[in-house]
């Protein structure tokens, strides 16, 4: 966890979730482990909104607990993109809490496909997540406020997922980048899969350099890494400099992923390199296959 307190009366502070193992273990023998999730809550004197909240109960429950201890009374969570593992869990913060769930109407539409996803991915990986019903709405203007503090849902196309957002508090200087930037953790390609390849996503993160931020909070974060813009946005297109130079030169899933561990030692969540790994060889051996079963199964 770590935190940031600049005096204009919000602040935020960040939860890193490590999210449940898999059963079995990597090629490199290493657990299948999901990379960890950041959750961030900005508040002020009297209200609160959180990000991200992550897809199973016991995260939920740790998450909920820390967010009540803060104070401030939880009002909306905001989900940056439709991947599960982002917002499975909302509702049972939302009921908790009596909070609002905000998103973008792309973001509402890759829910949707991530719940028609659940019974041949999400649930055949984890056993325990709970009943996620879309009940997310829009907001006039992609805009909404918190104590008189305008938090504003950007829309920057393709980051590791379609129809990605993320959200602007100018007044923190603060961007929650979900997975459109990351920060010391795999990025995921598995989602890539177009004739642009990797353009779409270096797009999008020319979106939030825009906005010059001073601090991002990525969705998967290294517990050791800080919130710094300019380094987190540099250190995300270097990534996928050499993702991209790799997918050129390696021939096989399984060289990807060594020589990526290679560049990256200490980098989180091997399993979505493993994942994007085998989602992109997948496709490209296997060329007339259904692409969203090679997709489902490359995490399993």
């Given at each position: ?168 508090v100018p007044d923190l200087g603060l961007v929650i980048a979900g997975d459109v930037i990351y920060n010391g953790a795999h990025q ?113």
């Open positions: 966890m770590n935190s940031t307190q600049p005096a204009v009366g919000l602040a935020y502070k960040v939860f890193v979730s490590e999210a449940p193992a898999q059963r079995g273990a990597l090629p490199n023998g290493a657990p299948r482990s999901f990379s960890p999730i950041a959750s961030t809550l900005i508040y002020g004197q009297e209200n609160a909104v959180l990000t991200d909240p992550g897809f199973n109960p016991s995260t939920a429950q740790k998450l909920g607990d820390w967010v009540a201890a803060k104070g401030p009374k939880l009002t909306d969570i905001y989900i940056t993109h439709g991947h599960g593992d982002h917002w499975f869990a909302a509702q049972l913060l939302a009921d908790r809490f009596g909070a609002r769930i905000v998103a973008s109407a792309g973001v509402i539409q890759q829910m949707h496909h991530n719940v028609a996803a659940r019974p041949f991915l999400w649930d055949k990986a984890y056993d325990d997540i709970p009943p996620s019903p879309v009940t997310a709405v829009t907001v006039p203007d992609n805009r909404f406020t918190l104590e008189g503090h305008e938090l504003r849902i950007v829309d920057v196309g393709h980051g590791d997922s379609d129809d990605s957002s993320v959200l602007h995921y390609v598995g989602d890539a899969l177009g004739p642009d390849g990797l353009a779409p996503w270096r797009a999008a993160i020319g979106r939030v350099e825009a906005l010059a931020p001073q601090w991002i909070v990525s969705g998967h974060h290294n517990k050791l890494g800080d919130d710094d813009a300019v380094r987190q946005i540099a250190a995300t297109r270097r990534y996928l400099d050499d993702a991209e130079a790799a997918l050129k030169t390696k021939t096989t899933a399984l060289d990807y992923f060594n020589h990526m561990i290679e560049l990256y030692p200490d980098y989180a969540g091997q399993l979505i390199l493993w994942a994007g790994a085998r989602a992109q060889y997948g496709v490209r051996d296997h060329p007339d296959a259904d692409v969203r079963q090679i997709v489902a199964s490359a995490w399993l």
